[in-house]
């Protein structure tokens, strides 16, 4: 054994420290849908008069939200190759 390396290290508390220390999460990685033009499920806060107008006609509101979302997106510069997965 060499005299010139030390047997321990030399500041203890800071070695104990970085093998005890928490590990940093990574930030999350964004995965894309496997498929094209798949529709995400979010979650979405909006007024109850506003859900109510498009829950009014019966089934399909969530599609007639989508389209009313897609031509105020539209309206607001949306390309036009957004709209090859319109159902």
Do not use: C, Y
């Amino acid at each position: 054994m060499s005299q010139d390396r030390p047997r321990r290290p030399q500041d203890p508390f800071a070695a104990a420290e970085a093998v005890f220390a928490k590990k940093k999460p990574s930030a999350p990685e964004i995965k894309t849908n496997a498929l094209p033009n798949v529709r995400e499920q979010v979650s979405l806060r909006i007024d109850r008069d506003v859900l109510e107008h498009f829950q009014a006609e019966g089934p399909g509101w969530q599609d007639r939200m989508n389209d009313a979302l897609r031509a105020a997106a539209v309206a607001d510069g949306l390309g036009a190759e957004a709209n090859d997965g319109e159902s």
